[in-house]
Nanobody
Framework: VQLQASGGGLVQAGGSLRLSCVAS???????????FSWYRQVSGKQRELVAG???????NYGDSVKGRFAISRNNARKMVYLQMNSLKSEDTAVYFC?????????WGAGTQVTVSS
């Protein structure tokens, strides 16, 4: 099983991006029972939670992105999305997708998001 994140890029402050994460090789029933999160990391700093979506559909967000970012999931397609609006320069980071479930803590390669001011 692999997590593949995509959708990063360079955007101006105030703009939007949508990140996608696909769980390649994951059985659909397992996907349903897995919690997914987006984290981000700036070089030299700790990785921080951006947003999470649980198996029951509930979501949670880091304080710095509340009201601007939205996480969603498509269980049938085994995809997790992060819609990022009103981007700020401080959102610049490498964004990682994480899958957590019974006996699973899986990370994908990150995707770079750069917000120019």
């Amino acid at each position: 099983v692999q997590l593949q994140a995509s959708g990063g890029g360079l955007v101006q402050a105030g703009g939007s991006l949508r990140l996608s994460c696909v769980a390649s090789g994951m059985i659909t029933s397992v996907f349903w029972g897995t919690d997914f999160s987006w984290y981000r990391q700036v070089s030299g700093k700790q990785r921080e939670l951006v947003a999470g979506t649980s198996r029951d559909g509930s979501t949670n967000y880091g304080d710095s992105v509340k009201g601007r970012f939205a996480i969603s999931r498509n269980n049938a397609r085994k995809m997790v999305y992060l819609q990022m609006n009103s981007l700020k320069s401080e959102d610049t980071a490498v964004y990682f997708c994480n899958a957590r479930g019974p006996d699973m803590d899986l990370w994908g390669a990150g995707t770079q998001v750069t917000v120019s001011s």
